[in-house]
């Protein structure tokens, strides 16, 4: 997995490629945090390239959505693969994340 970082006007823009699983998780949980506890509250997750994601990374996911959410931030995903929508409709994650077709629908909405 690798993750890129963009800094814009509106939110800090993160990217994710490959899979987020148990092997790797860790890594963007530190730096989700990181980027949270040094006053980021504005998040935009870039899906495009994320290929798999397992439990435990829904879990990171989900755990800096709740810390933003405390910190009266805004945390948002964006360009969802279709087998990676599929995994949060299952897991009813499309109820509790605000997810926009694309990173330009994203952008706007902050």
Do not use: H, W
């Not at 970082?5 to 730096?31: A, F, M, P, Q």
């Not at 910190?71 to 693969?81: E, I, P, V």
């Not at 509790?96 to 330009?104: G, P, T």
């Amino acid at each position: 997995m690798e993750i890129t970082e963009k800094k814009n006007d509106k939110c800090t823009l993160i990217g994710i490629d490959g899979r987020l699983d148990t092997t790797n998780y860790s890594v963007l949980e530190k730096k989700l945090m990181e980027l949270i506890d040094t006053g980021q509250s504005k998040l935009l997750v870039n899906l495009s390239e994320m290929d798999y994601v397992s439990s435990s990374g829904l879990r990171i996911l989900l755990m800096a959505l709740k810390r933003i959410t405390v910190a009266k931030g805004k945390f948002a995903l964006c360009s969802l693969q279709p087998n990676i929508k599929e995994i949060f409709e299952i897991s009813g994650f499309t109820n509790i994340f605000e997810i926009y077709d694309n990173e330009e629908a994203g952008l706007k909405a902050f």
